[in-house]
């Protein structure tokens, strides 16, 4: 079945370590995004990428990286610059573009984060 | 300026009851969509309904609907029939011209039998 996959679920990271999430999708989706949510909290967007080798960066950007050197994947990595960050990460991804505006994102299961 | 505004936090409902989940909006853009989702305990975001900004008529998803009031900029949710599975958050979201989405605080439905 066509979906998203986060790995791992939880995550614990250590004092001044880099942390790597992963994303995949299968729905060959141009675009895709993180999102942290932080309990009782709506979502706040990390990074975003339309388009193979290209992102942006979202509302809450510092202390995190992302790459998408493939149209399936999009890796987020929680650096040590972060310092908070505990929370609750998403992944998503759409169709791109003007013509699909009206089409959801679709989410992840999610990869709790928590520091050791 | 918060872009999606979710004023109840919380809300109960009796099973088999009707209940409205408000959601104002602020944009100048004269295109956006409007989204609503649920994320029950578990964590994953389960979209239910949209609504463009040109549509003329409400959208409707079975026992989801949305009641979209243009020059009020509101679109509020409304589950009918509620079921004891309806009891989770509900999101609201806006996307504008750049096809990012904003988020809402959310709402947390019980359902109570």
């Known amino acids: 079945d066509g979906g998203i996959t986060q790995s791992p679920k939880y995550l614990f990271r250590k004092e001044g370590q880099n942390v790597t999430l992963s994303c995949e999708q299968n729905?060959?989706?141009?675009?895709m995004y993180w999102y942290r949510q932080d309990p009782g909290q709506g979502l706040r967007l990390i990074y975003y990428s339309q388009i193979v080798n290209d992102f942006q960066k979202g509302d809450i950007a510092e202390g995190y990286s992302v790459s998408r050197e493939k149209k399936e994947s999009f890796p987020l990595t929680v650096t040590s610059a972060q310092k908070n960050p505990t929370a609750f990460y998403l992944c998503?991804?759409?169709?791109?573009?003007?013509?699909?505006?009206?089409?959801?994102?679709?989410f992840g299961d999610g990869t709790r984060l928590s520091i050791l | 300026a918060q872009k999606i505004t979710q004023t109840q936090p919380g809300m109960f409902v009796q099973e088999k009851e009707a209940v409205t989940l408000d959601c104002t909006y602020d944009t100048s853009d004269p295109s956006y969509g409007l989204f609503w989702y649920k994320q029950p305990s578990s964590g994953e975001m389960i979209f239910l309904i949209y609504?463009?900004?040109?549509?003329?008529q409400n959208a409707t998803e079975g026992r989801y609907s949305l009641n979209f009031q243009k020059a009020r900029k509101s679109a509020n949710l409304v589950i009918s029939a509620s079921q004891l599975g309806d009891s989770a958050m509900y999101f609201c979201?806006?996307?504008?011209?750049?096809?990012?989405?904003?988020f809402g605080a959310g709402t947390t439905v019980t359902v109570r039998a």
């Open positions: 979201a806006m996307r504008e011209f750049d096809y990012k989405l904003s």
């Open positions: 998503a991804s759409s169709t791109g573009g003007a013509y699909y505006s009206n089409q959801p994102q679709h």
């Open positions: 729905l060959n989706h141009d675009a």
């Open positions: 609504q463009g900004s040109y549509d003329q």
